[in-house]
């Protein structure tokens, strides 16, 4: 891989995480509300 | 000589900044007080800028461009990962603030006695690069030889972190945090101005050719992964948090901050190459760089936020090293001649002359950690996912276990003894003698119980 393909890597790599760790945290709430409806 | 003494001063006024009167082990090990997802992430991430982020990797860029960024990817894997399996199960568990309790929580004590002796040895290790560190910061912007300027950030920490217990840390940790982003985007900004903005360093960083082979890359997402799931920082404040949720998002606070802290490190290293070539020692990097780009009345004020933040990290392990040695070695070894908090602060003294003495033996800051990291998975990784994986029921294979552990710590302590080869790969075969030993002696282990059964 080459340094710049590299660093996108890097950027996506980061975000791929978040997305994982605020569904994973927030999760719990979305589907108490579901069950509402 | 003037210029010495005043920040020596300085630096004692940090230190007794800290200073608590300790009242019990607990209250010296962990604040009483349950810790806010604020002071959670920001204690968190205090412990984490250190040596190795600050003067260590900025070094490895310098060194191999953005190549380097083959190290920051398993690191923010293995603290992503903590938050997301480890944090909230760790904050859950009653007593779960040092590997060695967790372990203890599956195997017997002779099991978590001889994997504290390896996170000792980590801590130990990791202290050592934060000494170096401050030696090399002492030497580039305030001109005292290395080794003295070592030597005085180790005594002061030594006599604050005596005196000194958790909550005190946590709380000054939360201002040196602030301190330390502050001054590292500052230096960042004069980077930027100095050797003429992004497209510049891009252009240095294309320079570079491919530094590391596919073993190379392996074993730093062996090493800079799976360790950090045994950080004993993260142990430490994940079970002091109020609530599993606020253990996980403070990690992953932790992972924010590393990934800032790596684009401000690669443009430091990338001036570096602009700057001086390639003659320069790698630790020595960031401490030349800030010398030729700050102006010098900030110089003064930036090198101690940054001897403050390293002994900030230091201070966390001397506590954590005399803790794990009173606390999980000496202490259920039958060691009963003090109580538990005087031998804590014998076991600090302890830490802080072994961290003296392993700072000669190592070539530089991230081949400290590289070693620290490797030796600990090779040993402590298999029980403690174990351990951590369990419902707290007893585990039968205790001797595969022990000699697994010692196997896989021994394989990478010879490594390195012996000077076999790179220290980054010898986690490679670390691993690969201690998961050997574990099936081999659980299945010898299996036949001869099957047999006697039958």
Same mark, same amino acid.
């Given at each position: ?6 660093l &996108?890597f890097? &950027?996506?790599e ?7 760790i605020?569904?994973f945290?927030?999760r719990?709430k ?6 509402d409806? | ?5 005043? *920040? ?11 200073? +608590? ?16 997802l604020? !002071?959670?992430?920001l204690?968190l991430?205090?412990? $984490?800028v250190?040596?190795?982020?600050i003067?260590g990797?900025a070094? *490895? ?5 953005y190549d380097?960024?083959w ?6 894997i293995?603290?992503? =990962?903590f ?14 603030f040092?590997?060695?309790e ?5 195997y ?6 001889v994997?504290?002796? /390896?996170?000792?040895f ?12 401050s030696g090399?910061?002492?030497e580039?912007i ?5 080794? *003295?300027?070592a ?6 920490t030594?006599f ?10 946590? !709380? ?5 945090? /602030?301190l330390?982003?502050?001054g590292?985007l500052?230096v960042?900004? /004069?980077?930027?101005?100095?050797i003429g903005?992004?497209?510049r360093?891009?252009?240095v960083?294309?320079?570079y ?6 073993l190379?890359i ?8 799976l360790p950090? $799931?045994?950080? @004993?920082?993260?142990y430490?404040v ?5 609530? @599993? +949720? ?16 790596t ?6 290293g ?16 960031f401490?030349k760089?800030m ?19 390293l002994m900030s =990290? ?5 506590l954590?090293?005399g ?8 202490? @259920? ?5 003090f109580?538990e908090?005087? %031998?804590a602060?014998?076991?600090?003294l302890l830490t802080?002359v ?6 000669f033996?190592?070539?530089n ?11 600990f ?6 029980p403690l996912?174990?351990s951590l994986?369990?419902?707290?029921? !007893?585990?039968?294979?205790? %001797? ?8 896989g710590g021994?394989?990478?302590?010879? $490594?390195?003894?012996?000077n ?9 075969y ?8 574990w ?6 282990? +299996?036949?001869l119980l099957a047999?006697? =059964?039958?």
């Open positions: 891989m080459k340094g710049s393909e590299l &996108i890097y &950027i996506l980061q975000v791929m995480f978040w997305f994982l605020l569904v945290n927030f719990l979305d589907k108490g509300g579901s069950k409806v | 000589m003037f210029s010495l003494s005043v *920040y020596i001063a300085v630096l004692s006024i940090i230190g007794f900044w800290k200073v +608590k009167v300790i009242r019990g082990f607990n209250a010296y090990f962990l604040s009483e007080k349950r810790l806010g604020l !002071e959670t992430s204690t991430a205090s412990s $984490w250190d040596s190795a982020i003067l990797f070094g *490895y860029c310098y060194a191999f461009g380097a960024i190290i920051a990817i398993p690191t923010s293995g603290v992503y =990962t938050s997301i399996f480890f944090a909230g199960k760790i904050n859950l568990m009653r007593n779960g040092t590997v060695g967790v372990i203890g929580r599956t017997s004590r002779r099991i978590s006695v994997s504290s002796i /390896f996170v000792l980590y801590s130990v290790a990791l202290i050592a690069t934060n000494l170096m560190a090399y910061v002492m580039a305030f001109g005292v030889p290395f080794i *003295y300027g030597l005085i950030v180790l005594l002061l030594v604050y972190t005596l005196l000194g217990g958790f909550k005190k840390v946590v !709380e000054t940790d939360i201002l040196q945090f /602030f330390i982003m502050v590292m500052l960042l900004a /004069f980077v930027l101005r100095n903005g992004l497209t360093l891009h252009d960083a294309l320079s050719s491919p530094a590391f082979s596919r190379d392996l074993s730093f997402f062996i090493v800079f992964t950090l $799931w045994a950080n @004993p920082s993260f430490q994940c079970s002091a948090a109020d609530s @599993p +949720k606020t253990a996980r998002l403070g990690v992953a606070f932790v992972g924010l901050v590393d990934f800032l802290l684009f401000v490190a690669l443009a430091i990338l001036a570096g190459a602009a700057l001086f070539g390639t003659s320069l020692p790698q630790d020595m990097v401490p760089v010398d030729a780009v700050l102006p010098s009345n900030l110089k003064g004020i930036l090198g101690i936020a940054i001897i403050s933040a =990290t230091s201070d966390s392990y001397l954590i090293g803790g794990i040695l009173a606390h999980d070695i000496l202490y @259920p070894l039958g060691f009963h001649y109580d908090v005087k %031998l602060k014998l076991g600090v802080a072994l961290s003296l003495f392993s700072m033996w190592f070539d800051i991230i081949d400290t950690a590289i070693f620290a990291f490797s030796l998975a090779s040993s402590s990784l298999i996912l174990v994986n369990s419902r707290g029921r !007893e585990a039968k294979d205790e %001797l595969s276990v022990l000699i697994s552990m010692a196997g021994t394989t990478v302590i010879l $490594w390195k003894v012996l076999l080869g790179d220290t980054s790969i010898s986690v490679l670390g691993l690969m003698v201690s998961g050997t030993l099936l081999l002696f659980s299945v010898m282990l +299996k036949l047999k006697r =059964t039958f």
